[in-house]
């Protein structure tokens, strides 16, 4: 079984920083392309960020000279680092991987459970 475990969230004030990973845990050969997601309260799931297994990426306009997204291949982990952070950024951040592939199955779509990030002013 795999899962994709999410760390890091947390409250700030405006204007400071904070950084969530995200590992996959389980027996994994590849992962293609992983993301970051929000949903704040009230408001439907946004793209965040995406970054390819080779590292090309793309940011939402939100967000864009703010945070940036990073893997490490061998630890099977995605970061999002966020800057200079805003009371709208204020969600529960999802991880996302398009496909994961074990030795036995290839899960498409697989989804963490989503950290809490609090930016008051």
């Known amino acids: 079984q795999v899962q994709l475990v999410e760390s890091g969230g947390g409250s700030v004030q405006a204007g400071e920083s904070l950084s969530v990973s995200c590992k996959a845990s389980?027996?994994?050969?590849?992962?293609?392309?992983m993301g970051w997601y929000r949903q704040a309260l009230g408001k439907q799931r946004e793209l965040v960020a995406t970054?390819?297994?080779?590292?090309?990426?793309e940011y939402a306009d939100a967000v864009k000279g703010r945070f940036t997204i990073s893997r490490d291949n061998g630890k099977n982990t995605v970061y999002l680092q966020m800057n200079s952070l805003k009371p709208e950024d204020t969600a529960v951040y999802y991880c996302?991987?398009?496909?994961?592939?074990?030795?036995?199955?290839?899960?498409?779509?697989?989804w963490g459970q989503g950290t809490l990030v609090t930016v008051s002013s």
């Open positions: 970054i390819t297994g080779s590292g090309s990426t």
């Open positions: 389980g027996i994994i050969f590849s992962i293609g392309v």
């Open positions: 996302n991987a398009d496909s994961l592939v074990t030795s036995k199955y290839r899960y498409r779509d697989v």
